[in-house]
């Protein structure tokens, strides 16, 4: 299954990708250039369709957790002053997304969305100290009753263009139904009330809608 934001894109692949390889195999006589084009076109083609790619997760709703909002490697882990919306301490948590994971954006728990913002920005490199508040970026919070308020931030990096965020004030939030998509690489940071019970560790490997990053 691939995301509808990118089935634009895919498409227009699929034409230059088909194109290319009729021009190939009409005007270059070269056997092994011929061949070499055709599998870069091939490749082409293969990268745009697992970067779009939108899995299916097994979510298991709960209040008391705080699932991964997308698939990646958890970066950061430490206490912070979150400035934008709850301005006071909070426990951040960042997942780093390559361009090989999957970049989906999943609500990390259910309720209700209290807050939703978009921020233009610079495109510095996802993992740069400064990126959470200089990147392009949107900040969405969701309430419930059991956990209370989640903070969590796409963030573009230097090869995202494009941050998709669905969740509108007043929305209900599903916990690990798509709620955006950030386009080419880039990371989501997650803030946390400070006695949140943090289930992860710096440098794993987390999936997102699935990985239980904490609970109550």
């Not at 009729?22 to 697992?50: C, F, H, K, P």
């Not at 779009?52 to 097994?58: A, C, G, L, V, Y």
């Not at 090989?100 to 209700?112: A, D, E, K, L, S």
């Not at 969305?113 to 996802?126: D, E, M, N, R, T």
Request: proline letters at 3%; hydrophobic letters at 45%.
């Amino acid at each position: 299954m691939f995301h509808k934001e990118g089935h634009k894109i895919i498409f227009i692949t699929l034409v230059v990708v088909v194109a290319g390889f009729l021009l190939a195999d009409s005007y270059i006589n070269i056997n092994w250039l011929r061949t070499l084009t055709m599998l870069v076109l091939l490749g082409l083609l293969i990268a745009i369709l697992q970067f779009f790619r939108n899995p299916k997760r097994s979510t298991k709703l709960n209040d008391k957790h705080v699932v991964a909002p997308v698939d990646g490697k958890v970066v950061v882990i430490e206490e912070v002053f979150e400035k934008e919306y709850f301005k006071e301490k909070r426990l951040q948590v960042s997942i780093f997304m390559s361009p090989i994971n999957v970049h989906v954006t999943r609500y990390p728990i259910g309720g209700n969305v209290i807050f939703s913002k978009y921020h233009p920005g610079k495109y510095l490199v996802a993992w740069h100290p400064k990126a959470s508040e200089e990147n392009e970026r949107t900040t969405v919070v969701v309430e419930n009753e059991t956990y209370g308020k989640v903070l969590y931030r796409q963030i573009a990096g230097a090869m995202a263009k494009r941050i998709v965020n669905y969740a509108k004030l007043n929305d209900k939030a599903i916990q690990g139904r798509d709620s955006g998509f950030i386009k080419f690489g880039s990371r989501v940071d997650l803030f946390l009330p400070l006695d949140a019970n943090i289930n992860v560790t710096l440098n794993q490997k987390v999936r997102g809608g699935e990985t239980i990053v904490a609970e109550m």
